[in-house]
């Protein structure tokens, strides 16, 4: 594996989720791999879980790590060529890479959606850039379309919870007073769909996801026929996907937040969300402070993900 952006980089998934458990039973069994490896993460936007798992991930590997917050204390980067740099963005991304993956071993890369330019964003401009000129090994830390790190450990997660082999997942859409990016509920699609499990996509008409993330799911715009039966309720929002839309807030319907009463309709299913999450929005208190919600273990398995990744890209580019 030389780059980590997607669930196509991790190969077998059945043992991805077995080195995941192995890393589970010991951090610290191979805490020498990465002596003297430097990570650098760069964020390009605001992070808690990603950017305190990761960190933790390479120092059990026994990694250095840095983190650039990029608008926060770095130069502005302009990203556009052409562009007569006369502004308030003082370097460009094409010295400032080079000169960062001059620094360390590996890098992390979190870049969100803008939503300016949607061909921009779907082709993971900024990532991309990354992986061409940095000259190391890049994962991503959440880009514009997918967040792997995150989807490894939501598998991880239910698999630790699942109680059948082949359980009902259902990815919903709740309501969210900002417009989101797509990048969640894209990846977590694009993960579910490389398992066996049963997998329905709700949400209400008008932010149908790109065909190729929703794969072979099941789309139902009624959630709460999506609901019955279920044994993992995954909630997420996300913004419009589709032209003319892109990037948009096409309703806040607050009949969509995951409630008791919804809850009641599954298979006293497990209740999931990425964190950070809007109580009262997204779902209530209720189901967020119940014993089916997981949400806390789930941001813990962020730690053994990227370790798993972390340990992947030291053993696999010889580092
Ligand atoms: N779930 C997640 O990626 O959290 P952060 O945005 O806090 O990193």
Redesign the pocket.
């Known amino acids: 594996m030389r780059n980590f952006t997607s669930v196509h980089d991790i190969g077998n998934l059945d043992v991805a989720i077995q080195n995941a458990f192995e890393i589970k039973k010991n951090r610290f069994a191979f805490d020498l791999l990465g002596k003297n490896k430097t990570l650098l993460m760069i964020f390009f936007?605001?992070?808690?879980?990603?950017?305190l798992?990761t960190q933790k991930a390479a120092m059990n590997l026994g990694m250095n790590t840095m983190v650039l917050d990029v608008n926060q204390g770095a130069w502005k980067l302009e990203t556009e060529r052409g562009t007569v740099m006369d502004g308030d963005k003082p370097e460009h991304i094409r010295e400032a890479i080079p000169v960062m993956g001059s620094y360390c071993d590996i890098i992390g890369v979190?870049s969100f959606a803008r939503f300016e330019n949607k061909d921009e964003d779907y082709n993971e401009k900024v990532l991309n850039e990354f992986i061409r000129y940095s000259g190391k090994p890049v994962f991503s830390?959440?880009a514009a379309t997918r967040?792997p790190?995150?989807s490894y450990a939501d598998l991880i997660t239910i698999e630790e919870y699942k109680k059948t082999d082949r359980p009902k997942v259902v990815m919903t859409w709740a309501p969210h007073p900002r417009a989101l990016p797509q990048a969640?509920p894209n990846s977590f699609a694009e993960w579910i769909n490389q398992t066996d499990y049963e997998f329905v996509i709700t949400h209400p008409e008008g932010y149908e996801l790109d065909e190729k993330f929703v794969g072979n799911a099941k789309v139902e715009y009624d959630q709460k026929k999506a609901f019955e039966g279920a044994d993992f309720i995954y909630a997420k929002n996300w913004s419009a996907f589709a032209d003319p839309n892109y990037g948009g807030i096409l309703n806040e319907d607050r009949s969509w937040t995951v409630d008791s009463e919804k809850m009641a309709l599954t298979n006293n299913a497990c209740f999931m969300h990425?964190?950070?999450v809007r109580r009262n929005m997204i779902v209530t208190d209720e189901v967020i402070e119940s014993p089916q919600s997981i949400v806390i273990p789930e941001?813990v398995n962020?730690e053994i993900s990227a370790q798993a990744v972390l340990k992947r890209l030291l053993e696999d580019n010889c580092l």
Do not use: D, G, Y
């Open positions: 936007n605001s992070s808690l879980r990603t950017r798992s979190r830390m959440e967040h790190l995150q969640v990425c964190l950070p941001a962020r």
